[in-house]
């Protein structure tokens, strides 16, 4: 099983223009996609509308898109109808096989009076794969405070642990006749974190390695996958004021799984020839 995560930063790529073509391609063969920055009539790319051209580009997958926040931007009565359009941004999760169950987790956020910050989520999606049920969170959290992305990741790590007890999205479900869904220990958590490896967020989700016994393998930590297959100088972020300067190159997208699944992890790398955002595609294989 391939997944692969990327933050395609609404389709603008590090020669600053906006081309969807490039990004799918970035990620076409992915048994599951999870995608960070997709908006709808966002100003900055010309008002796209990039959940739809996904779809378009990637016709084979399913998907589930959460916008963690809707501005309006135009509202008008025409012909006796109210129209409005708003500008969205969220998390985007593809799958080859379907998915059973989604839910948008929107994250705690506190006001900022400067640098702007806005709503940030975590799209969980239920899916079937050749390793059982598992559940994917695509995962953006907060770019300007530590502290935030630290309640964040506690926040979120209470999700991940106690879903059983809290019953995802939807339960009870034989109600209404339809069959019951499953309740996976398994997770895979992937996206853009906006922390440095072993910052105190980090360690909030993933633990810090003991002095004697290196990181543990316990069912309340996630697993950095990175950190696991001991890769090395992973990039994840590029500088697109200075793409070539290699001292502004940074790991800030990880993909993390529960603990069950550490051992099926065989590979993990970053797309270094991908130019379709300032971040690049982040992929692993398990089996």
Not at 30 to 36: E, G, R, S, T, Y
Not at 75 to 97: C, P
Not at 126 to 149: A, M, N
Request: hydrophobic share 40%; proline share 6%; charged share 20%.
């Amino acid at each position: 099983m391939k997944i692969v995560t990327y933050n395609i930063q609404y389709g603008i790529g590090l020669d600053g223009k906006y081309d969807l073509g490039r990004i799918a391609e970035a990620v076409r063969g992915a048994d599951v996609i999870a995608l960070q920055e997709v908006t709808r009539n966002n100003p900055r790319n010309g008002n796209r509308d990039m959940v739809a051209e996904i779809g378009e580009a990637l016709p084979d997958y399913f998907a589930a898109y959460g916008s963690n926040f809707e501005v309006n931007i135009s509202a008008r009565i025409e012909n006796g109808r109210a129209i409005s359009e708003s500008f969205q941004l969220g998390n985007m999760v593809l799958s080859k096989t379907p998915i059973h169950l989604s839910r948008n987790l929107l994250l705690p956020r506190s006001r900022s009076l400067e640098a702007m910050n806005f709503q940030r989520g975590a799209l969980e999606a239920l899916i079937e794969t050749p390793l059982g049920f598992i559940r994917f969170y695509s995962t953006h959290l907060d770019h300007r405070s530590p502290v935030e992305r630290q309640s964040q990741i506690r926040f979120l790590r209470q999700r991940l642990l106690n879903y059983a007890l809290e019953g995802g999205g939807l339960s009870g479900i034989p109600e209404i006749g339809l069959p019951d869904l499953p309740y996976p220990e398994a997770f895979i958590v992937m996206g853009d974190f906006n922390m440095l490896p072993g910052s105190p967020e980090y360690v909030e989700l993933a633990g810090r390695p003991d002095h004697e016994f290196g990181m543990p393998l316990t069912a309340d930590l996630a697993v950095d996958a990175a950190q696991r297959l001991a890769v090395a100088d992973l990039v994840t972020w590029v500088d697109p004021d200075r793409p070539a300067d290699a001292g502004r190159h940074k790991c800030i997208d990880y993909i993390f799984t529960s603990a069950s699944l550490a051992k099926s992890l065989q590979r993990l790398w970053s797309d270094r020839q991908a130019v379709g955002s300032d971040h690049l595609p982040l992929w692993a294989e398990l089996g």
